[in-house]
């Protein structure tokens, strides 16, 4: 990315409504930075690791699950089993921003993928989700979503730092996890626009909280296959009810 | 695997899995055969996806993950959704969970 390319990113409306949405959002952004650089810090890793994975790996979940088997002395390759199988929801995420970010070039996907948090996936789907190809090709959904990791790296990254430093200082009964989970469910709340996104809700949160022991987050992806599957199910069905009811109005 | 060289190589490697799991679908230029079912499925990953992640961090927070004295954290989640829905407002979403949260724990006795 050049010096030419930011300026008209700067200029660019699409990129400044990503950068504001997920300014909104910054407060669940900074409390889930916060907890994580404490949480690190409070495990023991050394500050040069806690800070390197914090800014390179940046993925929470994963980092959080990496830290205690690292410190345990367990073998790498558990290690990067464990992180690949918390990230394994992003791997279905991936499969919905594919229609966003082949335009891209190779190296700037991996950027992408790089960028790609919860918080970027659900606001891209939010404002991308029901549109069509067509419509896709004249929007610039690229735009919008640098405009989002742009925000959410620079606050989730100085959140995270800033946990680390006053690791000591932050007590954990603040609520900030809370406060940091809440923001998730509330972005869950504004996706629910009709009574089929309520019903997978709602399912999706009863399967993780039965599977919430299962190792590595497994629990999460049990529940996104739930929701895909029964969420086919709902459309089916509902289709056959809509045909059923027109067949019903027929002379 | 604590000296400084095998701490690298761990996080190297967490690198590579972050951003080859979080591109996975689209790192190719080939096109994936999805089955029709898993592409209409996928309208509701992100909604599942934030319940599923969201509900038990709220339900089950604390110290130590149980679910004892649920009951303001689940308070505070039904209000959190509420104002969510209603306003699309995330600060606002928030406040109202966090007061409500610290509310219902002074009254309950939390």
Redesign the interface.
């Known amino acids: 990315m050049d010096w030419r390319e930011m300026r008209r990113l700067w200029a660019n409306e699409v990129f400044r409504q990503g950068a504001i949405d997920m300014l909104?959002?910054t407060?669940?952004v900074c409390?889930w930075g916060l907890v994580t650089g404490v949480a690190m810090v409070k495990s023991g890793l050394?500050v040069?690791?806690v800070v390197?994975?914090s800014i390179?790996?940046?993925?929470a979940s994963?980092?959080l699950a990496?830290v205690p088997l690292?410190l345990a002395?367990?073998?790498?390759g558990v290690?990067?089993l464990a992180?690949?199988c918390v990230?394994?929801?992003?791997?279905?995420?991936?499969?919905?921003?594919?229609r966003y970010?082949?335009r891209l070039s190779?190296p700037r996907?991996?950027l992408?993928?790089?960028l790609?948090a919860?918080m970027t996936?659900?606001l891209m789907?939010?404002r991308y989700?029901g549109v069509s190809v067509d419509q896709l090709g004249r929007e610039a959904p690229t735009d919008y979503f640098v405009g989002l990791s742009a925000v959410n790296w620079v606050t989730w990254n100085v959140a995270s730092l800033l946990g680390v430093v006053l690791a000591d200082r932050i007590p954990?009964d603040w609520?900030l996890?809370?406060?940091?989970?809440?923001?998730?469910?509330?972005?869950?709340?504004?996706?629910?626009n009709d009574w089929?996104?309520v019903i997978?809700?709602?399912?999706?949160?009863a399967?993780?909280?039965f599977c919430?022991d299962w190792p590595y987050k497994t629990?999460?992806v049990m529940?996104?296959i739930?929701?895909?599957?029964?969420?086919?199910t709902?459309?089916?069905l509902a289709g056959r009810l809509a045909l059923g009811r027109e067949g019903e109005g027929r002379p | 695997?604590?000296d400084?060289w095998?701490?690298?190589?761990?996080?190297l490697?967490?690198?590579v899995?972050?951003?080859?799991?979080?591109?996975?679908?689209?790192?190719s230029?080939r096109e994936?055969p999805?089955p029709e079912?898993?592409k209409?499925?996928?309208?509701?990953?992100?909604?599942?996806?934030?319940?599923?992640?969201?509900?038990?961090?709220?339900?089950?927070?604390g110290?130590h993950?149980s679910m004892a004295g649920w009951g303001p954290?689940g308070l505070?989640?039904l209000m959190?959704?509420?104002?969510?829905?209603w306003r699309?407002?995330?600060?606002l979403?928030?406040v109202v969970?966090?007061g409500t949260?610290?509310l219902a724990n002074g009254w309950l006795g939390g």
């Open positions: 909104k959002v407060p669940g409390a050394d040069t690791s390197a994975m390179l790996v940046f993925a994963a980092q990496a690292m002395g367990a073998p790498i290690v990067w992180a690949a990230n394994l929801r992003f791997v279905v995420f991936s499969a919905e921003m594919r970010m082949m190779g996907r991996l992408a993928g790089y790609t919860d996936f659900a789907h939010r989700g954990m609520g996890e809370l406060a940091g989970a809440l923001a998730l469910l509330g972005l869950a709340a504004t996706l629910m089929k996104k997978i809700g709602a399912l999706a949160a399967m993780a909280m919430h629990g999460i529940a996104l739930v929701s895909i599957a029964a969420g086919y709902l459309e089916s | 695997m604590s400084a095998s701490d690298g190589l761990t996080i490697g967490l690198v899995i972050s951003v080859v799991t979080r591109s996975f679908f689209f790192l230029g994936w999805f079912w898993f209409t499925g996928l309208k509701y990953a992100p909604v599942g996806a934030l319940c599923a992640v969201a509900v038990p961090a709220v339900l089950l927070a110290p993950v954290r505070a989640a959190a959704l509420g104002v969510a829905w699309k407002d995330m600060l979403t928030i969970g966090m949260f610290h």
